[in-house]
């Protein structure tokens, strides 16, 4: 049983990122089978990371075993641009995943893109409290039942950037950010609504993120991911490279 937090979560180390890709995607197809009691709430991580996790979740071993319809799937964050565009994370999860399989159009909530980014990311949370069936988010009840999330060379997740007001959210779900060191204003989960999840999972592959990981696994307060808790549990699922191993 792994921590709650950056420094104390199970860390588990493979290959490569093919390795990573088949692992969570066993993984996370056997936590959306056990879920029972109600609907399986997920958070899609974007970025290039997780692209071969939905090839393998959308190829013939899974898509006809994973419970689509049961699963809700919402995004960790976006870049406030068309949904066709390629800089959209909507556009790669669905390409790559979502039109190959049997999923409920109901079930896929896409971050909303046009007119004001304050609106858009009212609208978002609106559609997270109407799925969790409260206002507040309760200790005990989490929101999400999985959050993906990467990491990024300056240390940010989702779309939490250094320096930006973003940050301090307490609390608000969801919200814009305007980074200074990457393209596109953006919405993004903020660090209470990913609290509450039963498991957080890092996804990191490559040597350019050793760096970075090493930061965070480290604590240090000045990258955004390292400020990322759950009321459940935190895994980082990283290759060696990443690893420094
Ligand atoms: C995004 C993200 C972002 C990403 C990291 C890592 O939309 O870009 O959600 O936080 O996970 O930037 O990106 P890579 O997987 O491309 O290295």
């Known amino acids: 049983m792994g921590g709650h937090d950056v420094k104390t979560g199970e860390m588990i180390v493979l290959a490569d990122g093919e ?5 969570m995607a066993k993984w996370l197809t056997e936590q959306a089978l056990a879920k029972k009691d109600g609907p399986f709430v997920l958070a899609l991580s974007g970025g290039s990371t997780p692209k071969r996790l939905y090839q393998i979740l959308a190829s013939e071993e899974y898509a006809g075993r994973f419970p689509w319809a049961n699963t809700q799937f919402f995004f960790g964050d976006e870049r406030f641009v068309p949904a066709d565009d390629p800089a959209s994370n909507y556009n790669m999860v669905e390409t790559e995943m979502l039109e190959h399989v049997p999923v409920p159009i ?4 896409r971050m909303p893109t046009s007119g004001d980014p304050a609106a858009a990311a009212a609208q978002y949370q609106a559609e997270l409290q109407k799925v969790y069936g409260a206002d507040t988010l309760q200790p005990g009840r989490p929101l999400f ?11 940010h997740t989702a779309s939490l950037f250094p ?9 608000l779900w969801v919200s814009t950010c305007v980074p200074d ?7 993004t989960l903020t660090y209470p609504a990913i609290h509450s999840s039963r ?5 990191l592959a ?3 993120k050793k760096e970075a990981f090493a930061k965070v696994r480290a604590g240090d307060p000045a990258e955004p ?14 290759d060696k490279a990443a690893a420094g191993q």
């Not at 390795?19 to 692992?23: L, R, V």
């Not at 999985?146 to 300056?154: K, Y």
């Not at 320096?163 to 609390?171: F, G, I």
């Not at 060191?181 to 919405?187: G, N, V």
């Open 145 to 155: 039942d999985v959050v993906m999330l990467g990491l990024g060379d300056n240390g």
């Open 181 to 187: 060191d990457a393209p596109h204003t953006r919405l």
């Open 163 to 171: 320096r930006q007001p973003v940050l301090q959210e307490r609390k």
């Open 199 to 203: 498991h957080v999972v890092f996804m």
């Open 19 to 23: 390795a990573i890709a088949q692992y």
């Open 106 to 109: 109901g079930n896929i909530h």
């Open 225 to 238: 991911a390292s400020h990322i808790t759950t009321e459940g549990e935190l895994i980082w699922l990283l």
């Open 206 to 208: 490559g040597a350019a």
